[in-house]
């Protein structure tokens, strides 16, 4: 089976603090997303990653970052968290020798900024 | 149902009746789609997909219907069960050079009543 995981379940961190989300699949995934859910408006896309070292972003970049030094892994930053980046955040990883698009998530860490 | 952007929140069917949750995607280019479902407190989990060249696809206990001529996507549980309850995402892809992406619905919540 396919396992996304995700460093923290819950996180409290204060404004202006910098965040590290870590994700990490065990399927030799070449593909990685992070995304934000927010109630009423569904899962949104941050940035994604198609091979190590290679990013782009996705429908709501602003105020974040992300690395990808390690094949299985993908990391998320707030570079100075603010409030209204308190979410739960997704992260999955996709295989492109599939030629399908399913995506397998993990857990979600839910983030408060206080 | 729902629309992909647009929020319709909750349905509501009895234990062992089928339910229906629908889906209005938006990009014509469009090829593949898929149906997630997410328990609360949990990532979400794939359920079922189609691809743009079939009308329907069967799995276990669920069927999904494509109408590629009204942008329509839908989603039948049979004998639905209380494990069934959660919040149902549809989510659309269409081709790209780096990693399909996906744009997902903002959810449908159902609730199976004893």
């Known amino acids: 089976d396919v396992k996304v995981t995700q460093s923290s379940r819950y996180l409290v961190k204060r404004t202006g603090e910098k965040v590290f989300l870590e994700c990490v699949q065990d399927?030799?995934?070449?593909?990685m997303f992070w995304y934000r859910q927010d109630p009423g408006l569904g899962l949104r896309l941050i940035y994604f990653s198609y091979d190590v070292k290679m990013k782009e972003k996705g429908d709501i970049p602003e105020g974040y970052s992300v690395s990808r030094e390690k094949k299985e892994r993908f990391s998320l930053i707030l570079e100075s968290a603010s409030t209204n980046q308190t979410s739960m955040y997704l992260c999955a990883s996709s295989s492109r020798s599939q030629g399908k698009a399913e995506q397998y998530f993990g857990p979600g860490t839910r983030l408060t900024v206080t | 149902g729902e629309s992909v952007g647009l929020h319709l929140p909750t349905l509501s069917v009895q234990e062992g009746d089928n339910s229906i949750i629908n889906c209005a995607y938006s990009n014509s280019a469009s090829d593949y789609f898929i149906w997630y479902k997410q328990e609360s407190g949990k990532g979400p989990q794939f359920i079922i997909d189609?691809?743009?060249?079939?009308d329907k696809r069967q799995g276990q206990r669920v069927t999904v219907l494509l109408n590629k001529t009204v942008k329509h996507l839908s989603l039948q549980i049979a004998a639905t069960q209380p494990g069934d309850s959660a919040v149902y995402f549809c989510?659309?892809?269409?081709?790209?050079?780096?990693?399909?992406?996906?744009?997902f619905g903002s959810g449908t919540q159902l609730t199976v009543l004893p």
């Open positions: 989510a659309e892809s269409p081709p790209s050079g780096s990693a399909r992406q996906l744009t």
């Open positions: 189609i691809r743009s060249n079939m």
């Open positions: 399927m030799d995934h070449e593909n």
